[in-house]
């Protein structure tokens, strides 16, 4: 049994915690961890170490602080094997996926290397006579990251790279389902030259997270996890005086148009429904097909879903379990529950083929045709391996089905008409938006978010939108006068 504790300025932390938590391998059911759950007086030694972590940190020069990304982004890259297989043995997604999710968190990490010329400000010569101004972005000072278990590598990479490089010191909270990949994120940041306290860990559930929103010492928070968390993170963030952006849950629309590829549309609609087991914030969680192609693509879907193999990671399948048994209970009683109001269950995932241990936490893909908009399994966020089919009879049916639900995270269009993808991308209220591509995430270089309920705040995570969050503006204007010219003047200054 693997106990994970801490990691604090610089190394971890092995006091005595009052409480634990269990880790399990999905795959088996086996708990295989323990995790202590940080108290107050914990978080409380996190922020004081990242305090004082802080004022050298933030004079570390461009060069020096790049030049651990540098060497922490060669360093993932050499390890994204083991990174991968410490989220499959603690998540449950399979190997191939949990590659993919370090790939991804690659980029955020790449961003941050050329930081540089990301925070360069802006100089104006003679914006007076002989007067200058130049702008510069400065770091915060300590901020907080609490992460969902869904990415345990990726989503706390989306913030560490730019908070760091931008000159902060960081408590990172992950899940306490799958803490292990932050620990070996910490061993690795600290390989790649990072100094003591610019970043720690503490793990937990309610009490960390409170003690970090309530803490005069952090100045920030980046929380990604579910939309009733995402509000009341945000709320009590700001009540207490921080800067917030609290990423939320979602329900992500795929629209098939009748000129669409139905072969391109159903091959998306299984990969981006069932990926992850369904425990993807970008999942496809209802198609909604529109007249009259519905018959024509449940059938190639269904097709597809029959091929899947469902089973342990990290023997080669294509969907793993779900991340706890009771996650696994909770997403099956969805399934109950929309056979009770009145879907038609074309695929039933429950008590499927598995080639996996029977204590894991299975639950087969599972597709639902004629989902109405009041049923249960489309208002929820079900976040496993559910698929909805919702029937429209017109393109505008569809838009208003899409920017009538209360989440706003991503969507998707399928279609060959290109004047019908522009105007869908024109008309719809989500943040990221993709054209025949289901999980429309956006690379490094540019900011994730959603509107709505989806996203808190008003600052998206990583790439530019991310720098701008963990820095404030500074602008100064100077002059160099000859004291001889000198005098005093009471009017308020003019630009001449
Ligand atoms: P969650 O909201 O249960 O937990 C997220 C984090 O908040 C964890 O660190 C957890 O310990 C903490 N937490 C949980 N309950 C809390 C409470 N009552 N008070 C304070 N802190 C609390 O989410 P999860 O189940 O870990 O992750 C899945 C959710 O995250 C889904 O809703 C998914 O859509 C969402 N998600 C969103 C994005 C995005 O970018 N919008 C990305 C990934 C996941």
Same mark, same amino acid.
């Given at each position: 049994?693997?106990?994970?504790?801490?990691?604090?300025?610089?190394?971890?932390?092995?006091?005595?915690?009052?409480?634990?938590?269990?880790?399990?391998?999905?795959?088996?059911?086996?708990?295989?961890?323990?995790?202590?759950?940080?108290?107050?007086?914990?978080?409380?030694?996190?922020?004081?170490?990242?305090?004082?972590?802080?004022?050298?940190?933030?004079?570390?020069?461009?060069?020096?602080?790049?030049?651990?990304?540098?060497?922490?982004?060669?360093?993932?890259?050499?390890?994204?094997?083991?990174?991968?297989?410490?989220?499959?043995?603690?998540?449950?997604?399979?190997?191939?996926?949990?590659?993919?999710?370090?790939?991804?968190?690659?980029?955020?990490?790449?961003?941050?290397?050329?930081?540089? @010329?990301?925070?360069?400000?802006?100089?104006?010569?003679?914006?007076? @006579?002989?007067?200058?101004?130049?702008?510069?972005?400065?770091?915060?000072? %300590?901020?907080?990251?609490?992460? =969902?278990?869904?990415?345990?590598?990726?989503?706390?990479?989306?913030?560490?790279?730019?908070?760091?490089?931008?000159?902060?010191?960081?408590?990172?909270?992950?899940?306490?389902?799958?803490?292990?990949?932050?620990?070996?994120?910490?061993?690795?940041?600290?390989?790649?030259?990072?100094?003591?306290?610019?970043?720690?860990?503490?793990?937990?559930?309610? %009490?960390?997270?409170?003690?970090?929103?309530?803490?005069?010492?952090?100045?920030?928070?980046?929380?990604?996890?579910? @939309?009733?968390?995402?509000?009341?993170?945000?709320?009590?963030?700001?009540?207490?005086?921080?800067?917030?952006?609290?990423?939320?849950?979602?329900?992500?629309?795929?629209?098939?148009?009748?000129?669409?590829?139905?072969?391109?549309?159903?091959?998306?609609?299984?990969?981006?429904?069932?990926?992850?087991?369904?425990?993807?914030?970008?999942?496809?969680?209802? %198609?909604?097909?529109?007249?009259?192609?519905?018959?024509?693509?449940?059938?190639?879907?269904?097709?597809?879903?029959?091929?899947?193999?469902?089973?342990?990671?990290?023997?080669?399948?294509?969907?793993?379990?779900?991340?706890?048994?009771?996650?696994?209970?909770?997403?099956?009683?969805?399934?109950?529950?929309? %056979?009770?109001?009145?879907?038609?269950?074309?695929?039933?995932?429950?008590?499927?083929?598995?080639?996996?241990?029977?204590?894991?936490?299975?639950?087969?893909?599972?597709?639902?045709?004629?989902?109405?908009?009041?049923?249960?399994?489309?208002?929820?966020?079900?976040?496993?391996?559910?698929?909805?089919?919702?029937?429209?009879?017109?393109?505008?049916?569809?838009?208003?089905?899409?920017?009538?639900?209360?989440?706003?995270?991503?969507?998707?269009?399928?279609?060959?008409?290109?004047?019908?993808?522009?105007?869908?991308?024109?008309?719809?209220?989500?943040?990221?938006?993709?054209?025949?591509?289901?999980?429309?995430?956006?690379?490094?270089?540019?900011?994730?978010?959603?509107?709505?309920?989806?996203?808190?705040?008003?600052?998206?995570?990583?790439? =530019?939108?991310?720098?701008?969050?963990?820095?404030?503006?500074?602008?100064?204007?100077?002059?160099?006068?000859? =004291?001889?010219?000198?005098?005093?003047?009471?009017?308020?200054?003019?630009?001449?």
């Amino acid at each position: 049994m693997t106990r994970i504790s801490h990691w604090i300025d610089g190394k971890p932390s092995l006091g005595v915690a009052e409480r634990t938590g269990d880790v399990y391998d999905p795959a088996t059911g086996e708990v295989t961890g323990i995790v202590d759950y940080a108290s107050a007086a914990d978080v409380d030694e996190a922020v004081a170490a990242a305090k004082r972590a802080f004022p050298a940190w933030r004079k570390a020069s461009l060069a020096a602080r790049t030049s651990v990304l540098f060497k922490f982004r060669d360093l993932l890259a050499a390890h994204r094997d083991d990174v991968a297989a410490i989220i499959t043995a603690e998540h449950g997604k399979v190997l191939d996926d949990a590659a993919g999710e370090v790939q991804r968190a690659l980029e955020s990490v790449e961003f941050a290397c050329g930081l540089p @010329t990301a925070v360069r400000g802006g100089f104006s010569m003679n914006a007076s @006579t002989a007067v200058d101004v130049h702008s510069v972005r400065e770091p915060l000072g %300590v901020v907080g990251v609490i992460s =969902p278990f869904n990415f345990p590598a990726m989503v706390p990479l989306w913030f560490l790279p730019n908070a760091i490089a931008t000159g902060n010191t960081v408590v990172l909270k992950p899940s306490e389902k799958d803490p292990s990949a932050s620990i070996y994120l910490a061993e690795l940041w600290a390989r790649a030259g990072l100094p003591d306290g610019v970043l720690n860990v503490v793990h937990g559930d309610k %009490v960390a997270v409170d003690a970090l929103l309530e803490h005069p010492d952090v100045k920030a928070i980046s929380f990604v996890g579910s @939309t009733p968390v995402a509000r009341y993170i945000y709320e009590t963030g700001t009540s207490h005086g921080k800067r917030v952006q609290a990423l939320g849950g979602a329900k992500n629309h795929m629209v098939v148009l009748p000129d669409a590829d139905l072969d391109v549309a159903a091959d998306a609609a299984v990969s981006a429904g069932f990926g992850s087991a369904g425990e993807r914030c970008m999942a496809i969680s209802v %198609v909604v097909a529109v007249d009259p192609i519905g018959d024509e693509l449940i059938a190639k879907i269904t097709e597809r879903m029959a091929k899947l193999k469902i089973g342990d990671g990290r023997r080669g399948c294509d969907m793993g379990p779900l991340v706890t048994a009771a996650h696994r209970d909770k997403v099956a009683s969805y399934v109950e529950s929309g %056979v009770a109001e009145g879907a038609e269950l074309v695929v039933d995932g429950r008590g499927g083929p598995v080639d996996g241990a029977a204590g894991g936490f299975w639950l087969n893909p599972t597709l639902f045709d004629k989902v109405g908009p009041q049923m249960k399994i489309y208002t929820d966020e079900v976040f496993g391996p559910v698929l909805s089919v919702v029937r429209a009879g017109s393109y505008d049916d569809a838009i208003k089905l899409v920017n009538d639900n209360p989440y706003g995270n991503g969507t998707a269009v399928f279609t060959r008409d290109g004047g019908a993808a522009r105007r869908y991308t024109d008309d719809v209220e989500v943040g990221m938006v993709g054209v025949n591509v289901p999980i429309p995430v956006p690379v490094g270089y540019y900011s994730f978010g959603g509107w709505k309920d989806s996203l808190f705040g008003d600052a998206h995570a990583y790439g =530019p939108e991310g720098v701008q969050f963990f820095t404030r503006a500074k602008v100064v204007t100077s002059r160099w006068p000859d =004291p001889a010219t000198s005098s005093v003047n009471l009017g308020f200054p003019r630009n001449e």
